[in-house]
């Protein structure tokens, strides 16, 4: 079993509607859930982080967690074309600098 | 401005040739890593240093060696180069675990190697 599984998609929504990203682990370990962005030809960069279950909203971005089921999300509000990007999930165990990353859902918003 | 930079930014080679990646980034962060993105987008890391000293060595073939000069700069030297070395390299800095235990190391990401081995 892999440690983590992403669907790569792609994704291709209109804009304004709501995305829904997911990725599932197996390790029990993982402590710190985070979510990447990355654009064409860019490096990734953190858009959202959580080391608890449950939800965390950050504007049109909300983060779920549920660590029962080993199983994390990412909600896009009110899509936008700027949206369209690959997006990743990483994980992290306590005490290490180690992450691990899921193949990227690549999503596309079309106007 | 730019946090964490890379050179070059493209590297075509041909197969068997020793090449560099330099890294450098103006965070002040102590830990730096290496991370290879293959063409199906999977993201892995290599290498993490901090302050100088190796964390983490995945297993990555011994062609394959880092160096850190001073904590802003983290190499990377490639010998003998192999088709499947074809991917996008990229190196990372975070800062330093806080004393309250694990906080989040936020890694920034550089832009970048495409390396390219015909």
């Known amino acids: 079993q892999k440690e983590v599984e992403q669907d790569p998609g792609p994704l291709s929504v209109p804009e304004g509607a709501i995305v829904s990203l997911n990725c599932t682990y197996s390790n029990s370990a993982f402590q710190y859930f985070m979510w990447y962005r990355q654009y064409s030809r860019k490096g990734p960069e953190l858009l959202m982080y959580?080391?608890?279950?449950g939800n965390k909203e950050d504007g049109r971005f909300t983060a779920q967690v549920d660590k029962s089921s080993k199983y994390i999300s990412l909600f896009i509000r009110d899509s936008q074309p700027s949206d369209s990007a690959t997006y990743l999930c990483?994980?992290?165990?306590?005490?290490?600098?180690?992450?691990?990353f899921g193949t990227g859902t690549r999503l596309q918003v079309f106007p | 401005d730019t946090a964490v930079s890379q050179t070059p930014k493209y590297l075509v080679t041909q197969m068997g040739n020793d090449k560099s990646i330099k890294c450098e980034q103006n965070?002040?962060?102590?830990?730096m890593y290496w991370y290879k993105q293959d063409s199906k987008k999977f993201l892995k890391i290599m290498f993490s240093?901090?302050?100088?000293?190796?964390?983490i060595n995945e297993t990555v073939p011994n062609r394959f060696s880092p160096k850190s000069p001073d904590k802003a700069h983290l190499n990377l030297h490639i010998n003998s180069l192999e088709l499947g070395d074809s991917a996008v390299y990229f190196c990372?800095?975070?800062?330093?675990?806080?004393?309250?235990?694990?906080?989040?190391?936020?890694?920034?990401f550089g832009p970048g190697t495409r390396l390219l081995v015909l």
């Open positions: 990372a800095s975070s800062p330093t675990l806080g004393l309250a235990g694990a906080k989040l190391k936020t890694q920034y």
């Open positions: 965070l002040g962060h102590d830990t």
């Open positions: 959580t080391y608890s279950s």
């Open positions: 240093y901090n302050n100088k000293e190796l964390i």
């Open positions: 990483a994980f992290r165990s306590y005490n290490t600098d180690k992450l691990i």
